[in-house]
């Protein structure tokens, strides 16, 4: 497996992925967040089409009152993972609305610890 | 510009084997606008394998994230586990597990094949189409013990070995369903109403495929070569005949007739797997704790399947991220809506053969 992670600070997440983002060469995955106390490590996760076990992983941490850049400008189907890490960890995504996957009266930001 | 007029669908719809809601926006029956709701059946899934269950638990959990695909969600989260613990599965256990993995995706795009039929009004085919994925249930259920979760694949191989008197039974009902099957697949390509109703109708573009990133049998029936079975090694598809099944259009027809295909493969497979089953151990124990990340692409019936986890040396996981098929597909679903016919509607969301219970988890 060949993964190339590429660990930036989160202002400069949004340029790291648009530098090799491609549609038509590099497939995303998803963004997957890990609460580890008081921030949560964030990575986004690509392939790479027509090679096998290929990836590239953008990786950076942000705390829980950071503002998360949205990289729906590069892939608009990204909407979707950043409406859940605004659900599930409670984040402040841009643009990014919150109740797509828990109702209002559910525990908030149940993927956090502790 | 006719009068805008808000019409909803779902959470619960006829045409909705599961509930999702859609809030469109139309003007004169064309829609302008939509907004989607994935979250009714959200049970915390992965909150409850990240505290209440240890790692060798997980895997029973996350096959009840979804009735249909189980199998996949189970060898997502073994596979994922295995690499980061170098556990060596058994040969004769990762054919087994292909076994049951291919009769879980012929099923799956039966059912999806079906429920496309009752939204066009052919509740014969439907009727037709569940009768014969019968048989694949029937298989499942001597091969696992069950008919709808499975449990089949553990961390280090499979919990039950095929016997010779199941596989004899196996080998009969296959072949009552390769004749199906290929009928089926006939009448799905051919049927005069079924080209008339389905051709050109939520039409995806590749173009549209590549940018929003969709996943499984409606990005192949676009002419995007992507399946995980290709370019993940988590099972030895190579060495039993699997074939990708890639077509252009992208509409419902494509849709239906990749699934019809991919049968024709999965089925041709499933006995490549029987005739070369190889001998041996079907499961190897497995010691120590989980330490350090993993993830996997597993190829669900309905596409890409994501697994990543992460542990600190503990019996109990740190995360458990599950990104499934339709998670992946509702972005393009919800793209493709704007303009359309507003009584394409139905047809168009079930040939994306969705699954809410695997999306909100």
């Excluded at chain 2, 074939?243 to 497979?269: D, Q, T």
């Amino acid at each position: 497996m060949v993964v190339e992670e590429i660990r930036v600070p989160l202002r400069d997440v949004r340029r790291a992925i648009k530098e090799f983002y491609n549609p038509s060469e590099w497939h995303f995955i998803t963004v997957n967040g890990v609460d580890l106390g008081g921030k949560v490590e964030l990575k986004w996760f690509f392939t790479k089409y027509g090679e096998k076990e290929h990836f590239k992983v953008v990786t950076t941490e942000a705390s829980y009152d950071d503002e998360i850049p949205t990289i729906t400008y590069l892939i608009p189907s990204a909407w979707i993972s950043e409406w859940e890490l605004a659900d599930l960890f409670g984040l402040n995504v841009e643009g990014a609305k919150k109740g797509l996957f828990l109702d209002p009266e559910s525990p908030q930001a149940p993927l956090r610890r502790g | 510009m006719g009068k805008r007029i808000t019409v909803p669908f779902g959470s619960q719809h006829v045409a909705l084997p599961e509930p999702v809601r859609f809030v469109f926006q139309t003007e004169n029956e064309k829609i302008v606008d939509v907004e989607v709701d994935v979250g009714y059946v959200h049970r915390g899934i992965e909150k409850a394998c990240a505290t209440k269950f240890k790692y060798m638990q997980v895997g029973y959990v996350v096959a009840r994230v979804c009735g249909l695909c189980s199998i996949s969600h189970t060898l997502g989260y073994v596979t994922a586990v295995e690499r980061l613990m170098g556990v060596e599965v058994p040969k004769r256990a990762l054919y087994l597990r292909l076994l049951v993995s291919e009769l879980d995706r012929i099923h799956s795009h039966l059912l999806a094949m079906g429920h496309t039929a009752e939204v066009a009004g052919y509740e014969n085919l439907f009727m037709q189409t569940f009768r014969h994925r019968e048989l694949v249930m029937e298989m499942l259920e001597l091969l696992t013990g069950n008919r709808v979760q499975f449990d089949y694949a553990c961390i280090g191989g499979v919990n039950r070995d095929l016997t010779s008197d199941v596989e004899k039974v196996l080998r009969g009902k296959l072949k009552v369903l390769e004749e199906k099957a290929q009928w089926l697949k006939d009448v799905y390509e051919n049927d005069f109403s079924l080209n008339l109703r389905w051709k050109g109708i939520g039409a995806v573009t590749e173009e549209m495929a590549k940018e929003m990133n969709v996943v499984g049998p409606p990005a192949r029936a676009v002419g995007l070569k992507t399946d995980v079975r290709a370019e993940f090694d988590y099972l030895p598809f190579k060495e039993v005949g699997y074939r990708m099944v890639v077509l252009k259009g992208g509409s419902i027809y494509e849709r239906n007739l990749v699934r019809a295909l991919e049968i024709l493969n999965s089925i041709e497979m499933c006995w490549n797997i029987l005739d070369g089953l190889p001998e041996g151990d079907i499961k190897v124990p497995v010691k120590g704790l989980p330490e350090g990340e993993m993830f996997v692409r597993i190829e669900a019936p309905r596409g890409e399947l994501f697994y990543y986890i992460r542990g600190s040396k503990k019996l109990i996981l740190d995360r458990v991220r599950i990104r499934v098929p339709t998670f992946a597909n509702i972005p393009v679903m919800k793209e493709l809506f704007i303009g359309m016919d507003y009584a394409d509607v139905p047809a168009t969301v079930i040939s994306f053969d969705p699954c809410l219970s695997c999306t909100a988890r």
